[in-house]
């Protein structure tokens, strides 16, 4: 079915097309990535008989979605390595600077209020920023 689609390609049927593509990822495990990265249908991919393809793919259940599923998980690993890690500890990080700098603030108004027992005015300024820093 996956070579009978370029020929329907070349006579111009997007639809029959995306039939044999749909009858090969269904019944002969073509995978999605295959469809994705032949360079013979490229002007397929254009097409919105491809979007839909694609959504349905996307969408569908274990005949046709389950290995385009596995290769977009596998697509964004490759484009972003460890991007769960990374996300856990941009998110631990903010969080630590905004609760360091939710006790900055008032040291701040203490060092700018003055006295004896007042923070040096410089040094909480300084942590001051490298906090806000540290949140963006």
Do not use: W
């Not at 049927?13 to 019944?27: P, Q």
């Amino acid at each position: 079915m996956y070579p009978s689609s370029f020929c329907f390609l070349r006579q111009g049927g997007s639809k029959k097309t995306a039939d044999c593509l749909r009858t090969a990822l269904k019944d002969y495990n073509l995978k999605f990535g295959t469809v994705l990265n032949d360079p013979d249908l490229a002007s397929f991919r254009a097409s919105p008989e491809f979007k839909e393809l694609q959504e349905e793919a996307r969408l569908g259940g274990e005949d046709i979605g389950y290995s385009f599923r596995r290769d977009l998980k596998l697509i964004s690993e490759v484009q972003a390595p460890f991007r769960g890690v990374r996300r856990f500890f941009y998110i631990a990080f903010c969080a630590a600077a905004g609760i360091s700098t939710f006790f900055t603030i008032p040291r701040l108004f203490r060092a700018l209020s003055g006295g004896d027992d007042a923070p040096d005015l410089l040094e909480t300024a300084g942590n001051l920023a490298i906090n806000i820093g540290g949140r963006h």
